[in-house]
């Protein structure tokens, strides 16, 4: 492990650029429901990568690969060719802009244990993401105490501790965020993320 092993995960503002991984919303998903009831608890519909040698991302075809390209992402970092019959001389799968919502994840999160899974849920008035773990019997946990908890109650889990789970949420960028939701969060919108949005659009 590098000496940034220890530091990464904690610093505030990682450049995107930089930054891991990442999960991204489907823009499309809100459009389809009511506007009044948008949006209920969304979830990541695609995983990426962004590769430290040419910035193209690529999709990580599932959770699991995506944590674990994470889980180890500052020593281990992602490159085109860690993709079976892919290089940097390909086009990129998908391209950073305002058709979906991006969110930023750290580096280097534990992987979600086996018969644990990790959700993240957007929350109704975009303002951040929320984690949790569903636990083998089922439950939503929302804080290492319930996990501390499940455990301690199941020691066939004992293998299993808490630091190998992190409630860490990714950034979310504002910049991808639909222009109604703005609209509706605050008055005052962001000139510079409007600008920038308008900018997406063009492409
Ligand atoms: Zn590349």
Redesign the pocket.
């Known amino acids: 492990m590098g000496p940034m092993g220890r530091t990464g995960p904690s610093s505030p503002d990682l450049d995107w650029r930089q930054a891991t991984a990442l999960k991204i919303i489907d823009k499309l998903y809100y459009y389809q429901l009511p506007k009044k009831r948008q949006p209920p608890n969304a979830k990541v519909s695609v995983y990426a990568a962004q590769?430290g040698?040419?910035f193209?991302w690529r999709e990580i075809p599932t959770q699991e690969e995506f944590e674990d390209i994470r889980s180890r992402f500052i020593e281990d970092p992602f490159?085109?060719n860690k993709k079976a019959n892919v290089s940097?001389d390909d086009p990129a799968d998908i391209e950073y802009d305002a058709t979906r919502i991006w969110a930023i994840d750290r580096p280097n999160l534990p992987k979600t244990p086996p018969g644990f899974q990790r959700e993240l849920v957007l929350r109704r008035d975009f303002s951040k993401m929320d984690t949790y773990y569903v636990t083998p019997s089922g439950r939503k946990e929302k804080a290492l105490s319930g996990i501390a908890s499940f455990l301690e109650a199941n020691p066939e889990y004992q293998g299993i501790s808490v630091s190998d789970f992190s409630f860490t949420t990714p950034k979310l960028m504002s910049d991808t965020i639909p222009d109604y939701v703005e609209r509706k969060v605050s008055g005052s919108g962001n000139k510079k993320m409007k600008a920038l949005r308008q900018g997406d659009d063009d492409v």
Do not use: A, D, Q
Request: aromatic share 14%; charged share 30%.
């Open positions: 590769c040698e040419c193209k490159f085109c940097c």
